[in-house]
């Protein structure tokens, strides 16, 4: 089977015309969803300008005043998502039912960053220690001001509210610059915050544009850079943070494993891989992309994938298992490793073909660990499944990769499942599951390599927004405790 079927290019977004304008279409028609202006550097700043002086009025308000502001956004998001969804399904291309998962998850994380901000971030004493008895000590995390967030178009609303909604429970105001496959999403995110809470309006503001304008968004003097997407841009987004030393927080790619061990459930292995690697077309960061199975299970696994994935029904529909691939130069990435993958001696036992933009669910076997379908985020419907001796080399197989977000190990064992997950050279990992790390707002989101790092979501997620503060102070009445100076 080849994958170079040739098929019509899905949504692609032309450049700026003649009055700076874009517009964002329908991945399944190429109908235009919204047009957009271009921010340049002039309106990025005065953006910037106008969220410092909305950060100084958010701070001040303090956590319980933060926490009712954030509570009515939340309610007003609940309230409104099957409008929001049917604007992800168009602008994105995913089914609505994806859509309404990512906001669903989206609004626990509001929920649960807004209630734990003051318990994580709120002063508090600490042990002074022998050298300064006589002090009182204590610890607070401040808000870094103004918070740019820059997002990636595949979860449109979750992704970007990682980094947004921690950013304002810890206090900080947010300038978010939506992907340019997206705006109309992250538009509509902001719309609803100034019209959940008007009095601080200015909090949540958006810009819009290309690469560029997420330049500006670096260099515009904001307190730290949050940024989402690939590895690639990820690069160049810390180069242009370096010009004015602005800190970042780096969510990039991923090329998760999945071990399946000898006494793995292997029925459930077989689901939870499909459902990783074809969900959303595979377009997710946490997406699985790599099976290692061992030689007890491998051919009864891939039967089972092999099932599953013939029942699949990629379309634009409702009832669709998936959706068209939302950029047409993701189709090409796509048909490229899988091409490689078919050339370098691997074979497709499913899919392998484009048609008007949709991938077929293709799963692939004996992939030479050198090729791109198994070194590279693919980011399409793809799954390699290779066949390894014992999960012990699955693992070792797993972690030979320059990317580590997440990942999942499938085991009879608890204790092994635990030992397996904990040496996986990655920031998350789910036993017997996929995915579940990120729809727990307790646990940190993030990864190590180049998927980035720093953390969103849980306490690691409200205070990568902030920075700590030491304060002492001396006892009145108590003699001054000059420390180790006049000590002999
Ligand atoms: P991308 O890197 O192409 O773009 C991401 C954002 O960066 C867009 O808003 C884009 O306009 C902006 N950008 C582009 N060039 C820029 C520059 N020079 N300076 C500043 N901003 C710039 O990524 P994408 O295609 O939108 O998203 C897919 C990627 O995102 C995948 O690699 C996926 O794994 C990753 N992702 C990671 C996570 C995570 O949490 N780790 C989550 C979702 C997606």
């Known amino acids: 089977q080849s994958a170079t079927v040739p098929g019509a290019p899905t949504g692609e977004v032309d450049r700026p015309d003649a ?7 329908d991945p399944a028609t190429g109908a235009v969803v919204q047009v957009f202006p271009v921010h340049d550097a002039a309106a990025v700043r005065e953006t910037v300008g106008r969220a410092h002086a909305a950060a100084a009025t958010w701070a001040a308000l303090g956590f319980a005043e933060r926490r009712l502001r954030l509570a009515a956004y939340r309610g007003h998001l609940a309230r409104r998502m099957p409008e929001l969804a049917d604007l992800v399904h168009r602008e994105n291309g995913k089914p609505h039912a994806d859509a309404v998962l990512e906001i669903t998850l989206a609004v626990d994380h509001l929920a649960w960053a807004g209630a734990h901000a003051e318990r994580t971030l709120g002063r508090r004493r600490v042990r002074s220690g ?16 103004v918070v740019g967030v820059i997002g990636p178009w595949n979860y449109p609303v979750f992704t970007p509210m990682g980094s947004i909604a921690y950013a304002l429970a810890a206090g900080n105001a947010v300038v978010f610059k939506p992907s340019e496959f997206t705006p109309a999403v992250g538009a509509w995110l902001v719309a609803a915050w100034r019209a959940a809470v008007p009095d601080v309006a200015d909090v949540l503001q958006v810009v819009t544009g290309f690469g560029e304008t997420g330049a500006e968004l670096c260099r515009a003097g904001v307190g730290k850079l949050a940024f989402t997407g690939s590895s690639a841009t990820g690069r ?3 180069a242009t943070c370096a010009e004015t030393l602005t800190p970042v927080l780096m969510e990039c790619g991923g090329k998760d494993a999945m071990i399946v061990d000898d006494d793995a459930d292997v029925s459930a292995a077989a689901d939870a891989a499909v459902w990783g690697a074809m969900s959303n077309a595979g377009q997710t960061c946490i997406g699985i992309e790599r099976v290692y199975a061992t030689s007890a299970v491998h051919d009864r696994f891939v039967a089972e994938v092999t099932r599953r994935t013939a029942a699949l029904r990629p379309g634009s529909d409702d009832g ?14 796509v048909r490229r490793h899988v091409d490689d993958a078919l050339a370098t001696g691997g074979r497709a036992v499913t899919g392998g073909t484009v048609d008007g933009g949709l991938i077929a669910p293709t799963v692939l076997l004996d992939v030479p660990e050198s090729s791109a379908a198994v070194r590279e985020e693919t980011f399409g419907p793809t799954l390699t499944i290779t066949e390894v001796a014992d999960a012990e080399e699955g693992l070792r197989r797993a972690n030979d990769s320059t990317m580590g977000l997440g990942g999942s190990v499938f085991s009879g064992s608890a204790d092994r499942a635990m030992d397996l997950a904990r040496r996986m050279r990655s920031g998350m990992t789910s036993i017997n599951s996929v995915l579940t790390f990120a729809s727990v707002p307790a646990l940190p989101f993030g990864g190590v390599g180049e998927s980035g790092f720093g953390r969103i979501h849980g306490e690691d997620g409200l205070r990568e927004f902030t920075r700590a503060k030491a304060i002492t102070r001396q006892r009145v009445g108590l003699p001054v405790d000059l420390m180790s100076f006049d000590r002999p």
């Not at 009055?19 to 279409?25: A, L, M, P």
């Not at 022998?130 to 001001?145: D, F, I």
């Not at 669709?320 to 990435?333: E, F, L, N, R, V």
């Open 236 to 238: 160049k987004v810390m």
């Open 19 to 25: 009055t700076g304008t874009f517009e964002s279409t």
């Open 130 to 145: 022998a050298l300064a008895a006589n002090h009182a000590a204590y610890l607070e995390y401040q808000p870094l001001g």
């Open 320 to 333: 669709a298992s998936y959706g068209p691939m939302t950029m047409a130069s993701q189709t090409d990435i």
